[in-house]
């Protein structure tokens, strides 16, 4: 029987990169495949989007947008997944159900900034869940079920 530090491949099957630069009979000899002369010939060089000193397309264009450096990110559970792992013994319905319970059963992989509870599907289980924030048809379903859904979002501060 082979071992697995014995596993080679079948005779033939793969190939040696080409070595550049190592000859006239290597048939990749003097430019090394990079034509003659200039810029590009040499090494170390780094040209995409040069355009000879002309402004740049990509610099051209109007910028666009807003991207928020403190925007939170949250792990996304609808309400079918959540009552899919209870069915499947992954989660514990007369438990207390949180972020850190979420992440152990598989449901979510990570937690992030927090665990938002988003409507979709339907809630048999009645559970008692913790999320940082949830949407008004998840908070219906889980109250439906005769369940109790807490967050932890802050509430938004009165403007003076």
Do not use: C
Not at 16 to 40: A, D, L, N, W, Y
Not at 45 to 71: C, S, T
Not at 109 to 117: E, P, Q, S
């Amino acid at each position: 029987m082979t071992k697995l530090n014995e596993l080679s491949p079948r005779e033939g099957s793969t190939k040696g990169r080409m070595r550049v630069g190592r000859g006239p009979g290597s048939g990749k000899g003097k430019t090394g495949g990079r034509g003659v002369k200039g810029q590009k010939s040499r090494s170390g060089v780094a040209i995409h989007g040069f355009e000879g000193g002309q402004m740049p397309l990509h610099m051209r264009m109007p910028k666009r947008g807003f991207n928020n450096p403190f925007a939170k990110e949250f792990a996304e559970v609808n309400l079918w997944r959540i009552e899919q792992a209870i069915a499947a013994g992954k989660l514990d319905a007369k438990q207390a159900i949180d972020a850190e319970a979420l992440v152990k059963s598989g449901v979510v992989r990570r937690a992030k900034d927090g665990v938002k509870l988003l409507g979709k599907g339907e809630l048999k289980s009645k559970i008692d869940i913790t999320v940082y924030s949830a949407t008004a048809s998840a908070r219906a379903a889980v109250e439906k079920a005769g369940g109790k859904l807490t967050t932890t979002k802050p509430e938004a501060a009165a403007e003076a």
